[in-house]
């Protein structure tokens, strides 16, 4: 006969170990404290919600008597949000411990290994698991701006995977850690109509963190350069505060080395035989507008010498061609600098043997003759129905200097692309932006060292850095709320 009852192989639940056993214990409180902790606590209940309110303020306390905070850094670059991180938590008595860095560029590398001492950076981060990372309490990231893709047999939500804050949002999950501090630039806010920002939030606000955004420009913080970045943070406890922060200008007079050489050039040569240095001062050298802030090829001689009726004529040029009347006389959309006909040229520049004053500067390589451009596919491309006409030759680029700065104004945002074209007097001539120089806009120490690289390899670095006061004082509500 078979024997009914007793317990079977395999059913019931699972032993727990012995240090998850749940214990019995009485409390007695206040019904004011027994209704703050249903309002404030959470958990499914009264028990959950108790323990919830308990390990967290464990937590806190721990904190309190063990400043030591680790961190991790992706996306390193020079380590400008490590540098302004571990300043903003030493101030409030912390002992920032970096743990884990991440970087695959070369030069990158050498001077985060450089400056920090640092024996081991991780290379690609999208091959490391975040089980092979030590535990840590804040991640920092300056991550590249991405599109997301739409995915799910079109259930219409967003998929991360693919993308490098996929591998942000994979270690977050696994390490659970208290907080982060990401940076990216100005564009992520309307980046694909607002939407990867807000795909970015949506995800990290899952992930159980308190998140806040804000773009922020780093001239209000002592530096001279404008340049705007959007700075995410979140933590475990509440937001974040992004606003209102103490504000400190700068000119870029007060970060300028002196007696450095300067070039000599054709280029210099001829700008200095028509202007003075202290003329050149804040103007731009381009061929593409007017203006009394611009300073245009044909008036140094660029590509040989023009007399006063060609100069006014040219400048007379870059404005009519703006015109809107033109395009609607061309038949074509409006674009700014359209090219103008013989016949349309003369109706604001009468003259006799015009063909021939214009060939002329055709010849010299100021004008061009080109066919007006059509939009088609979003681009513009030459319409061959029309007759062409003459228009200025606008490539700003291949001028050796397009900007000369002005020591009483910002420098304008750094781009590794444009930073050779930009101009500095010293003394009686102009030199291009020192690397020192470019450190001292973003905030770097003095004794962060860049010399040893290239001059573009180390402005390839400065034009992607942060600006290192902006992450401080960002850092410095971090550790606030941190030590709360």
């Known amino acids: 006969m078979p024997t009914h009852g007793g317990k079977r192989e395999g059913s019931g639940r699972t032993p727990l170990p012995e240090d998850q056993k749940k214990v019995a214990k009485t409390i007695y409180i206040s019904p004011a404290l027994q209704s703050d902790i249903e309002q404030y606590a959470q958990g499914n209940n009264f028990s959950e919600k108790c323990a919830d309110l308990l390990s967290t303020q464990i937590e806190r306390r721990k904190r309190a008597s063990d400043r030591t905070v680790k961190f991790i850094d992706l996306f390193a670059g020079l380590g400008g949000i490590r540098l302004g991180f571990e300043t903003a938590f030493k101030k409030k008595g912390f002992n920032p411990v970096c743990v884990f860095s991440s970087e695959i560029k070369d030069y990158a590398i050498k ?16 091959k490391i698991p975040a089980s092979d990372i030590e535990d840590f309490d804040f991640l920092l990231a300056g991550f590249p701006c991405q599109p997301f893709s739409a995915a799910g047999l079109g259930l219409g939500f967003e998929d991360t995977r693919g993308t490098l804050f996929f591998e942000i949002e994979r270690i977050l999950k696994e390490k659970k850690p208290y907080g982060f501090l990401l940076e990216n630039v100005e564009g992520l806010m309307n980046h694909d109509g607002g939407r990867t920002l807000s795909i970015i939030v949506d995800h990290l606000k899952k992930l159980g963190y308190f998140v806040s955004y804000r773009l922020i420009d780093s001239q209000y913080f002592g530096l001279a350069q404008s340049r705007k970045r959007v700075y995410i943070v979140g933590s475990k406890d509440a937001h974040i505060s992004l606003d209102n922060f103490d504000e400190h200008t700068a000119v870029l007079g007060d970060i300028l080395e002196s007696g450095l050489p300067t070039v000599d050039s054709d280029f210099t040569q001829k700008l200095f035989a028509h202007f003075t240095p202290e003329q050149v001062v804040g103007k731009a050298i381009k061929d593409k507008r007017g203006g009394a802030d611009n300073i245009h090829s044909w008036e140094i001689g660029l590509k040989g010498d ?32 359209m090219p103008l006909t013989e016949q349309q040229i003369a109706t604001f520049f009468p003259r006799e043997n015009l063909k021939e004053f214009l060939d002329e500067l055709v010849d010299m390589g100021y004008l061009t003759l080109e066919y007006p451009r059509k939009k088609k596919d979003g681009r513009r491309v030459p319409d061959e129905t029309k007759p062409k006409g003459y228009n200025i030759v606008a490539g700003k680029l291949s001028f050796e200097f397009t900007k000369i700065l002005d020591p009483q104004a910002l420098a304008p945002t750094l781009v590794a692309m444009d930073v050779s074209h930009l101009g500095i007097v010293d003394g009686n001539g102009i030199r291009r932006l020192s690397i020192r120089e470019g450190q001292r806009l ?42 709360n």
């Open 442 to 483: 973003c905030g770097f120490p003095e004794d962060y060292d860049l010399s040893f690289l290239k001059e573009s390899e180390a402005f390839d670095l400065l034009g992607n850095t942060v600006c290192v006061p902006v992450i401080e004082a960002i850092s410095e509500r971090l550790a606030d709320m941190y030590n």
């Open 306 to 337: 023009t007399t006063e009726e060609q100069t006014k004529f040219l400048n007379l040029l870059l404005l009519e061609r703006r015109k809107r009347r033109w395009a609607a006389e061309i038949g074509i959309d409006w674009m700014d600098g």
């Open 111 to 126: 001077a985060y290994k450089k400056y920090y001492k640092e024996e081991e950076i991780a290379g690609d981060i999208t």
